[in-house]
């Protein structure tokens, strides 16, 4: 099946086979416990943090997406990380993509670290700087590719030939490329993660987060962590997902052919310094000649909104210095040319040409 027809047709027989109306959107089991037929029986539902049917539905749309074993649906982005965190132990070291998202950072140095496990940022993107960071306590290599803000890319199945036999989890955040248009699993990545905030839900309007994992095995220790810590998908929010899923592909073709436009209009003005956009995707950040130019650009748009986020219809701006990567330290942060000149956009599925408009006006 093309992930086209997968968006809209994937777990329909998973949802089907607990309830026999033949409804075509999955219904909302809005329940926290299910009653037992007898004693020693289950209907194999018991408690909706361990496992309920619109979740599990949503959970499979994606593993289906991401041709996975299995999944499992978080509140959040951040709690789908903070449980893979949980594989790791006292002693562990995990090399990660040093241009991460800002919570991903903030989770790792604030809590991961205080668990006693290492991390080490390198640009993953430099094949030469992943071998030299392995070591016999490397446990996890956490790659986001392409990198925020920065759209670095790194090559997953040369770092997974680097891994080789080695005991090493290849873990990919895929929140930008979507299952759409990039598979890490299939490029030898062991995990995948997604803040379904974005582009799988793709309305700006609901918070969520995904685990897929490659093995049975894999996703089995992830559901384990996810029913035990606890902070799972609600069962309307997993209805939203799975909603925003079926119109999934046609959204990344349209904003996608929007962000091309729109940063080959960029590269032509003469206030933009840098255009990053990699060729891919809907996401592209831009410097400006003077920190003055993106302000009035921040306070200027009217038709693009100054939000944090990215992934849903509505185009975005955002200001990394200020608020993806506030936390960051400042020397860290300007190193990756994270500057107060830097501006991202995450582009909806509006006309370019009225996207294009509001910008060029703003910059006047
Ligand atoms: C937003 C985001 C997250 C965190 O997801 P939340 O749903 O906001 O918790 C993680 N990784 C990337 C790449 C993101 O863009």
């Not at 790791?88 to 989770?107: K, N, V």
């Not at 960071?133 to 803000?149: D, L, R, S, V």
């Not at 942060?333 to 956009?345: A, M, Q, T, W």
Request: some cysteine; proline content about 4%; glycine content about 6%.
């Amino acid at each position: 099946m093309k992930p086209e027809t997968t968006c809209v047709h994937a777990a329909k027989s998973t949802a089907n086979k607990s309830h026999t109306t033949g409804a075509v959107a999955v219904p909302i089991f809005q329940t926290a416990t299910f009653a037992h037929p007898g004693f020693g029986q289950s209907t194999g539902y018991d408690y909706s943090r361990t496992q309920n049917p619109t979740v599990e539905h949503c959970e499979a749309v994606v593993a289906a997406l991401e041709g996975g074993a299995g999944g499992a649906a978080f509140a959040t982005g951040m709690a789908a990380i903070a449980a893979v965190m949980e594989l790791f132990r006292p002693g562990d070291e995990i090399i990660a993509t040093d241009d991460l998202y800002g919570g991903s950072i903030r989770l790792f140095n604030n809590i991961t670290v205080k668990n006693g496990i290492a991390i080490k940022y390198i640009d993953t993107s430099d094949l030469a700087a992943v071998k030299a960071a392995i070591t016999p306590a490397t446990k996890a290599i956490f790659i986001e590719t392409p990198t925020n803000p920065m759209m670095k890319l790194t090559d997953i199945a040369a770092v997974k030939k680097l891994i080789g036999e080695r005991d090493i989890l290849l873990i990919s955040d895929n929140t930008f490329l979507t299952p759409y248009l990039f598979n890490p699993l299939a490029h030898g990545a062991d995990v995948v993660i997604h803040s379904g905030t974005k582009y799988l839900s793709g309305h700006n309007d609901t918070l969520a987060g995904f685990v897929v994992a490659k093995t049975s095995e894999l996703a089995e220790k992830i559901h384990i962590v996810k029913k035990t810590t606890g902070a799972v998908l609600s069962p309307f929010d997993a209805f939203l997902v799975t909603r925003g899923i079926k119109t999934l592909a046609i959204r990344m073709e349209k904003s996608q052919s929007n962000a091309r436009k729109i940063a080959e209009w960029l590269k032509s003005q003469h206030r933009i310094t840098a255009v990053h956009y990699p060729e891919m995707g809907a996401m592209l950040s831009f410097t400006t000649d003077t920190v003055e130019t993106a302000q009035d650009i921040l306070n200027k748009v009217e038709l693009i909104l100054y939000a944090e986020s990215l992934g849903g219809v509505e185009t975005l701006i955002t200001y990394p210095a200020t608020q993806t990567h506030s936390e960051v330290p400042e020397a860290e942060r300007l190193s990756r040319g994270i500057d107060e000149k830097l501006l991202r956009l995450s582009v909806g599925i509006e006309a370019a040409p009225d996207i294009i408009n509001d910008l060029e006006r703003s910059m006047l």
